[in-house]
């Protein structure tokens, strides 16, 4: 086993710093208008005009912010602080605070909605950037989010959060993250990706009442997001924490085991690790359900008609093999070790594109690549990826 972790700690190296960093040196940064393009198509053009999502910024931010950390290269450096210096000037607002969710090319408010799922994505890399820097200015910004989040999305009454406001932080109709999302007040989603942060930002800042609020995210998928009886997550929610859509995302299942089990460690409350420890293996158990010999993770599933998505998308395999590496580390689970390295042979062979660098977004269920998708873009970003090698090079 020891050498099979250890092989597998020198490929995500190699591929971190030979194919996924590269990419995004090389043929993403904007040296007309600053910051970073907004788009590359998935057959590798670039798409001119494109807007620019917050999204991607902030997690070109925490991946550079990370990899500099590990690695101490000043092109590392360099990109995060590209990445900072835009999300604080051109997608941070300076009038009523939060985030605007996108700009135009040239850095102009475009989409000025409050999308909270995004403000957490700025505070992760913003966080992280000051961990990697000691930056006064990017954990400033940060713990100034954090209040954001608190005092405009926090529900003090019926708990959680709110997915989305206006510019003004007042009620929005649409609340949806994407298309495909249900019009729902609060999801797992949006919850996943604040408590990803807020873990982040504890790290840097041991703030009471932030440890507080940590705690409830976590409580909050236990008692409210967890469906005990199946060890999925439930998805969407109205007010009240009623879910009418019965769903299953295996990717979402698996990367949630690893980042509850890492929000419980850094608190350091035994008896807090003692009853999640249990729930982490059986989400990531649960998430196996879409798992196919030796061919990846698949997507999602309708449970209310059947339907099921079998695309094998770039992140679902980058999260399963980090909480698959996760449950080995923690728990001694050897077949889970075996699951991780099976994916990461199925990403190398049919995910990773080693003439242009990075990933290809996924692979159709017939099997065939899809490059109908973005190589780059409002989703398309280094650090699903870029995060699992850097998991597995700090893990071991």
């Known amino acids: 086993m020891e050498t099979t972790v250890r092989k597998l700690k020198e490929e995500m190296q190699c591929m971190l710093t030979g194919n996924i ?7 993403m940064v904007d040296s007309e208008y600053g910051g970073f393009y907004g788009r590359i198509s998935g ?25 500099y950390r590990l690695l101490h290269k000043d092109e590392y450096l360099k990109m995060a602080t590209r990445a900072k210096q835009e999300l604080i000037t051109h997608f941070y607002d300076h009038e009523y605070g939060g985030v605007f969710w996108s700009v135009c090319e040239d850095g102009s408010p475009l989409d000025t909605k409050k999308q909270i799922y995004a403000l957490g994505f700025a505070i992760y890399g913003l966080s992280e950037y ?4 000691g930056d006064a200015e990017a954990l400033e910004y940060a713990i100034r989010l954090f209040y954001d989040i608190e005092e405009h999305s926090f529900d003090r009454i019926k708990n ?3 997915e989305a406001l206006t510019r003004e932080w007042n009620e929005i109709e649409d609340m949806r993250l994407s298309e495909k999302d249900e019009n729902e007040r609060k999801t797992m989603n949006t919850h996943l990706h604040i408590l990803e942060p807020y873990t982040n930002l504890f790290r840097v800042w041991n703030n009471e009442y932030l440890e507080c609020q940590l705690r409830n995210l976590i409580e909050l998928f236990t008692d409210r997001i967890l469906d005990i009886e199946t060890g999925h997550l439930r998805l969407f929610f109205d007010d009240d924490w009623n879910s009418r859509h019965d769903m299953v995302s295996y990717g979402h299942d698996v990367e949630a085991s690893w980042l509850l089990h890492e929000a419980a460690l850094l608190i350091g409350d035994k008896r807090l690790i003692t009853r999640i420890e249990p729930l982490v293996i059986e989400i990531a158990e649960a998430a196996s359900e879409g798992l196919l010999p030796g061919a990846g993770m698949i997507y999602e599933m309708n449970r209310s008609c059947g339907s099921i998505d079998a695309e094998r998308h770039w992140w679902v395999q980058a999260e399963a093999i980090v909480g698959y590496v996760n449950l080995y580390q923690h728990f001694d689970d050897r077949l889970s070790l075996l699951r991780a390295v099976r994916c990461w042979e199925f990403v190398k062979r049919h995910l990773v594109d080693n003439d242009n660098g990075e990933w290809f977004w996924g692979i159709r269920a017939d099997g065939t690549v899809n490059r109908a998708e973005d190589k780059a873009g409002f989703w398309k970003c280094p650090y699903h990826n870029g995060r699992m090698c850097m998991e597995i090079m700090e893990r071991f």
């Open 43 to 67: 057959t590798g053009e670039r798409v001119p005009g494109a807007s620019k999502g917050v999204v991607l910024n902030a997690r070109i931010l925490w991946t550079f912010s990370s990899a």
């Open 21 to 27: 960093l590269p990419f995004w040196m090389n043929h």
């Open 130 to 133: 000051h961990r990697a820097t």
């Open 160 to 162: 959680g959060y709110c």
